[in-house]
T-cell receptor, first 114, second 111 residues
Framework: EAQVTQNPRYLITVTGKKLTVTCSQNMNHEYMSWYRQDPGLGLRQIYYSMNVEVTDKGDVPEGYKVSRKEKRNFPLILESPSPNQTSLYFC?????????????FGPGTRLTVT | DQQVKQNSPSLSVQEGRISILNCDYTNSMFDYFLWYKKYPAEGPTFLISISSIKDKNEDGRFTVFLNKSAKHLSLHIVPSQPGDSAVYFCAARKANSKLTFGKGITLSVRP
């Protein structure tokens, strides 16, 4: 089954404690991205990757890091989480940037930073 | 600067009636427009799209209309069903560029 998986689905942590949210897709997609969804703000892109070892900032990259060492995985790293990073996070993938409209989204990770 | 605007945060309609979800955009370079649907505890899923060279695209109960001169698109759901209750995101993109999403609108279809 074609899918994008994220782990964990729910996470409560404390300010400053490094965390990683994993994302994996099994469709051999080149393009992957991370979004956060906040009330009244919709979906905003954090980072994206056009292929292995190629990543770039989205609209709200501050406080986040990503890596793309393998095609299928695109982890989101919060080196020192802060309460303003409490949000619902989605990973997404598509064949390429040109086909980015055909994005498949993961189920989401709800993060709470206290 | 919000380039894709969904100005109404919510909409409530009666089952069987038409739902009309509106979206405005400011960037005239956008050439492709999409609607995504999102249920609670799930990721968004693609619903329907339209190219800027068209003014209408239909898929079953869902029709998207594009008015380029007004920089406006709308999603019509006819007839509306309780299972259509979800958050709907409008999105747009320029050629070979990333998607820009609106804030979303929560649709509630009353039985």
């Amino acid at each position: 089954e074609a899918q994008v998986t994220q782990n964990p689905r729910y996470l409560i942590t404390v300010t400053g404690k490094k965390l990683t949210v994993t994302c994996s897709q099994n469709m051999n997609h080149e393009y992957m991205s991370w979004y956060r969804q906040d009330p009244g703000l919709g979906l905003r892109q954090i980072y994206y990757s056009m292929n292995v070892e190629v990543t770039d900032k989205g609209d709200v990259p501050e406080g986040y890091k990503v890596s793309r060492k393998e095609k299928r995985n695109f982890p989101l790293i919060l080196e020192s989480p802060s309460p303003n990073q409490t949000s619902l996070y989605f990973c997404a993938s598509s064949w390429s940037l040109a086909s980015s409209y055909e994005q498949y989204f993961g189920p989401g990770t709800r993060l709470t930073v206290t | 600067d919000q380039q894709v605007k969904q100005n109404s945060p919510s909409l409530s309609v009666q089952e069987g009636r038409i739902s009309i979800l509106n979206c405005d955009y400011t960037n005239s370079m956008f050439d492709y427009f999409l609607w995504y649907k999102k249920y609670p505890a799930e990721g968004p899923t693609f619903l329907i799209s339209i190219s800027s060279i068209k003014d209408k695209n239909e898929d079953g109960r869902f029709t998207v209309f594009l008015n380029k001169s007004a920089k406006h698109l709308s999603l019509h759901i006819v007839p509306s069903q309780p299972g259509d209750s979800a958050v709907y995101f409008c999105a747009a993109r320029k050629a070979n560029s990333k998607l820009t999403f609106g804030k979303g609108i929560t649709l509630s279809v009353r039985p």
